[in-house]
T-cell receptor
Framework: DTGVSQNPRHKITKRGQNVTFRCDPISEHNRLYWYRQTLGQGPEFLTYFQNEAQLEKSRLLSDRFSAERPKGSFSTLEIQRTEQGDSAMYLC?????????????FGPGTRLTVL | SQQGEEDPQALSIQEGENATMNCSYKTSINNLQWYRQNSGRGLVHLILIRSNEREKHSGRLRVTLDTSKKSSSLLITASRAADTASYFCATATGFQKLVFGTGTRLLVSP
C-alpha cells in the first residue's frame, strides 16, 4: 500500500502521560500536514512541513505539542502531559508541491483517548 | 477554528435521488476542495475547484463556486447507498493548509 500510513491506529493513555504518533507520507510528497478532529467536527489544522522545515503552526498547538520531520520523510507528533481535552483523532496528510494547489492525501488517523 | 459551515448539517434521501450540499466560507481562497469521510475510514478527496473556476464535474459530482458570495455547492446525482458518509468542504490559502467546514452527514437509504 503506497498511501499515507499512521501508527498507532489507537492509543489509550492516562492523563499526564506522554504520547507519540508517527506518520509516513506518500514517498514523493514533500508537504506533510497534521490535523486534529473531534467528534462531529471537521478536521482542524495543527502544523505543516515542507520537507524537513516546519513552516506553520496553529495556535491550537500548545507548548505541550511538538512535531518533527527530521529527514523530510516520516513525521512524529508528540503530546506531553496529556489532558482529557487532547482526546481526538489525529490525522496526517501529505501532498506534492504545487504552486496552484493540490489535493491532500490523508492517512487513517490515530485515535487518542486520554483517561 | 472552522472556516465556515456546510448546510444542511444532515440530509436523508433515497437511492437514485440527487443530494445537494452547500458550503459557506469567510476569507479569500486559492481553491476549495470537497472530501468524503466514511465511518471507520479516512478522508478521501473528491474534487478541487480553483478560485478562478465556477463549475467542475467529476463523474456523478458537480461542484460550483461563487467567490463573490463565498459559497460552494456539491451535487451528487443518482445517489447510491455507498454514498452514505460525511462530506466536508475545505478551503486552501497560503501554503495550502486546509480549513474545513463542519460537515454534512448524508444518509442514502436503499
Amino acid at each position: 500500500d503506497t498511501g499515507v500510513s499512521q501508527n498507532p491506529r489507537h492509543k489509550i493513555t492516562k492523563r499526564g502521560q506522554n504520547v507519540t504518533f508517527r506518520c509516513d507520507p506518500i514517498s514523493e510528497h514533500n508537504r506533510l500536514y497534521w490535523y486534529r478532529q473531534t467528534l462531529g467536527q471537521g478536521p482542524e489544522f495543527l502544523t505543516y512541513f515542507q520537507n524537513e522545515a516546519q513552516l506553520e503552526k496553529s495556535r491550537l498547538l500548545s507548548d505541550r505539542f511538538s512535531a518533527e520531520r527530521p529527514k523530510g520523510s516520516f513525521s512524529t507528533l508528540e503530546i506531553q502531559r496529556t489532558e482529557q481535552g487532547d482526546s481526538a483523532m489525529y490525522l496526517c496528510a501529505s501532498s506534492p508541491y504545487s504552486g496552484s494547489g493540490h489535493e491532500q492525501f490523508f492517512g487513517p488517523g490515530t485515535r487518542l483517548t486520554v483517561l | 477554528s472552522q472556516q465556515g459551515e456546510e448546510d444542511p448539517q444532515a440530509l436523508s434521501i433515497q437511492e437514485g435521488e440527487n443530494a445537494t450540499m452547500n458550503c459557506s466560507y469567510k476569507t479569500s481562497i486559492n481553491n476549495l476542495q470537497w472530501y468524503r469521510q466514511n465511518s471507520g475510514r479516512g478522508l478521501v478527496h473528491l474534487i478541487l475547484i480553483r478560485s478562478n473556476e465556477r463549475e467542475k464535474h467529476s463523474g456523478r459530482l458537480r461542484v460550483t463556486l461563487d467567490t463573490s458570495k463565498k459559497s460552494s455547492s456539491l451535487l451528487i446525482t443518482a445517489s447510491r447507498a455507498a454514498d452514505t458518509a460525511s462530506y466536508f468542504c475545505a478551503t486552501a490559502t497560503g501554503f495550502q493548509k486546509l480549513v474545513f467546514g463542519t460537515g454534512t452527514r448524508l444518509l442514502v437509504s436503499p
